[in-house]
């Protein structure tokens, strides 16, 4: 009886302390089997000590999908919209050689051939020449002791040898434009010229014409006459009883009332040519022309001239 008694009191002591054991130790014995699982599980990081959802990136801090490149066909090479080849595309409406090109016919070098132009550094200025007035002989005409140059239908006579230097234009100070040259306002010491019945204004050695907003410089009109001449302007020899006076490209002669325009003389020897010209290769010979003037170049005691080219068909 005795040891039935304590067998059976040493299971109602086992049954206690089960009984009194927690959930989280009974767990643990379960998972750890054991004593040894439970003190592991204890040492691990519980739940609330992991990162928590909040702490990962969200989805709105990723890239958008409108910063990722589309999959569609408004930005890509080779189709939608904006594509080379395109609207905005090298060969479509903003394309070099389209509506923006330089050759358009709005922005085009050619259809500006006379100068528009109200800024006064006129020096790369491009200046219409097509209103030059012709050569003309001396009342006292000697005839030419060397052979014209024959070229294209045409005989070129000059007194001097030929003898190329660049053309360099001239510059006769800020208030002198070329031909071409446009200006809003007139300086109050303009004076009204007028020959056949037209109107010039006359400035300093330049000759305006009137027009939409303001006032263009033309060649001097043949027969202007004005009472004085820019200080500056020079003395030219046309033969042996005449002189003219040269200034900016025009000569006068001394006249009754002042100093009329006259056509360049023949075999007339000039230093300087004005903004304008441009070298023309005839052949062998290289000329400066100025509006419809033909000047050749030559050497006079090594300073560097031009001569005023008798021009005449070739009979």
Request: hydrophobic share 25%; with cysteine; glycine share 12%.
């Amino acid at each position: 009886m005795k040891l039935i008694n304590k067998t059976f009191l040493g299971a109602l002591a086992l049954a206690t302390t089960t009984l009194v054991l927690s959930p989280n130790e009974m767990n643990a014995q379960r998972r750890g089997g054991g004593g040894g699982g439970g003190s592991h599980m204890q040492s691990r990081p519980s739940q609330s000590s992991r990162p928590s959802q909040m702490s990962r990136p969200s989805q709105s801090s990723r890239p958008s999908q409108m910063s990722r490149p589309s999959k569609g066909n408004n930005n890509k090479i080779g189709n939608g919209n904006n594509k080379i080849g395109n609207n905005n595309s090298i060969g479509g409406n903003n394309k070099v050689g389209s509506n923006n090109r330089g050759n358009n016919s709005n922005n085009r070098g050619g259809n500006n051939n006379v100068n528009i132009n109200v800024d006064n550094s006129h020096h790369n200025t491009r200046i219409n020449n097509s209103h030059n007035t012709t050569v003309r002989r001396s009342n006292n005409y000697r005839p030419y002791t060397r052979p014209p140059y024959v070229y294209g239908g045409y005989r070129y006579n000059c007194y001097h040898p030929y003898y190329y230097h660049p053309y360099r234009p001239f510059y006769w100070g800020p208030v002198w434009h070329p031909w071409g040259f446009f200006i809003t306002t007139l300086a109050v010491t303009a004076i009204v010229v007028e020959v056949n019945s037209q109107h010039y204004h006359y400035d300093n050695g330049v000759y305006y014409t009137q027009g939409n907003g303001g006032y263009t410089v033309v060649a001097a009109p043949v027969g202007a006459t004005v009472t004085t001449l820019p200080s500056n302007a020079q003395t030219v020899v046309v033969n042996e009883t005449t002189n003219n006076y040269y200034y900016g490209g025009t000569y006068y002669e001394k006249s009754d009332k002042g100093y009329t325009v006259v056509p360049p003389t023949a075999g007339t020897i000039v230093e300087n040519l004005p903004e304008g010209g441009e070298e023309v290769k005839m052949g062998d010979i290289t000329y400066v022309k100025v509006g419809d003037t033909y000047y050749q170049p030559f050497q006079d005691n090594g300073k560097n001239k031009y001569e005023v080219v008798d021009v005449e068909a070739d009979k």
